[in-house]
């Protein structure tokens, strides 16, 4: 079955980092958009980072500064650097990529990111 895998979540207390990492190298077609949406119980999801096919950068505005998305379309690995971590980052964490000039896209399986002390 083609997926993302992840990894890199976990229990971290304020102020601290975490590097999550995607792996997509299961999928076959060249990917466009690569990015990182997380979702808080009880909300919606909601696009963290994002590296679009044409190389711009696209970040919510409540992680600019603390977190930096990278990643290689062609290595098809995809990056979420998270630092000065704050309690209402706590989600689940989900890769996502899109398949370049195409309506199809793939998830991660998701990993929990708990910011607590």
């Known amino acids: 079955q083609v997926g993302l895998v992840e990894s890199g979540g976990g229990l971290v207390q304020p102020g601290g980092s975490l590097r999550l990492s995607c792996e997509a190298s299961?999928?076959?077609?060249?990917?466009?958009?690569m990015g990182w949406y997380r979702q808080a119980q009880g909300k919606e999801r909601e696009l963290v980072a994002q590296i679009t096919w044409d190389g711009r950068t696209n970040v919510l505005d409540s992680v600019k500064g603390r977190f930096a998305i990278s990643g290689d379309s062609t290595e098809k690995m995809i990056y979420l650097q998270m630092n000065n971590l704050r309690p209402e980052d706590t989600a689940v964490y989900y890769c996502?990529?899109?398949?370049?000039?195409?309506?199809?896209?793939?998830w991660g399986q998701g990993t929990q990111v708990t910011v607590s002390s």
């Open positions: 299961r999928i076959r077609f060249t990917i466009g958009d």
């Open positions: 996502n990529v899109r398949i370049l000039f195409n309506t199809a896209e793939y």
